[in-house]
């Protein structure tokens, strides 16, 4: 599969839809017109790739919605050269973005599969991010942290403690909580003690998983 100027023109559409729903980061509206989706999926899915849907990938996991990644992405504020962990790489598509936004990326994956075809495809397509990990996200990666961002990309039962202590001072840590459908939840750690949770809406993700289950 290529990227070709029909996938680019669908992309461009896909923009504008995002644009009407309320996307208004014009850093994150040009990552999302430049990624070309569909060759973070199945070639089976390649027609529908820029439909403003989730869809199926491997290990019974999804590629999530473009308006999700748009809307994680612009309330998680990325700045040029920060350190940015993510938690469920899954398909490589929300770290593509990421990556675009100028942050050094570490996203860590619990499905092999996933994090096997995600280290090919990354830099096959021009992506480096600095780190994919094959492990349990609710650890974080205490050995490069602190991170002045944190994205969870699968729906966690509570935000891990783990991950809070991973955040800088400062920081922003953007996560989907709840069994079912999720509340997207950001927290800013405000000092070392003190953080400020905002809720920002119900969106349903794929479960956050533990080692046990
Ligand atoms: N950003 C991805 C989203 C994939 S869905 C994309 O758009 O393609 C969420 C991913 O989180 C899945 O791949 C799932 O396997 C992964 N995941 C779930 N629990 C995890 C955990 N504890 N640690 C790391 N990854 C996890």
Do not use: C, W
Not at 23 to 40: C, K, N, Q, Y
Not at 50 to 70: C, R
Not at 72 to 101: N, P, R
């Amino acid at each position: 599969m290529i990227d070709s100027t029909k996938h680019q023109g669908m992309r461009r559409h896909l923009v504008e839809q995002l644009r009407k729903k309320g996307i208004t980061d014009e850093e994150v509206l040009s990552a999302i017109g430049s990624v070309p989706r569909h060759l973070f999926m199945d070639s089976g899915f390649e027609s529908h790739a820029y439909q403003d849907k989730a869809f199926p990938i491997a290990a019974e996991q999804t590629i999530s919605q473009p308006y999700t990644v748009a809307f994680q992405s612009q309330l998680l504020q990325v700045e040029q050269g920060q350190s940015v962990l993510e938690i469920g790489t899954g398909s490589g598509y929300q770290t593509a973005v990421l990556t675009l936004l100028g942050a050094d990326v570490y996203s860590i994956e619990r499905q092999h599969q996933l994090y096997r075809y995600s280290m090919r495809q990354l830099p096959k397509l021009g992506y480096r991010p600095k780190k994919l990990v094959f492990g349990d996200g609710y650890k974080g990666l205490p050995e490069f942290a602190p991170f002045d961002r944190i994205l969870v990309t699968a729906g966690a039962t509570e935000v891990p403690k783990a991950l809070l202590n991973q955040l800088a001072i400062g920081g922003r840590m953007v996560i989907p909580v709840g069994a079912g459908t999720q509340e997207m939840i950001l927290m800013v750690r405000i000092s070392a003690k003190e953080f400020e949770k905002q809720k920002h809406g119900t969106f349903r993700f794929v479960p956050m998983l533990t080692d046990k289950n």
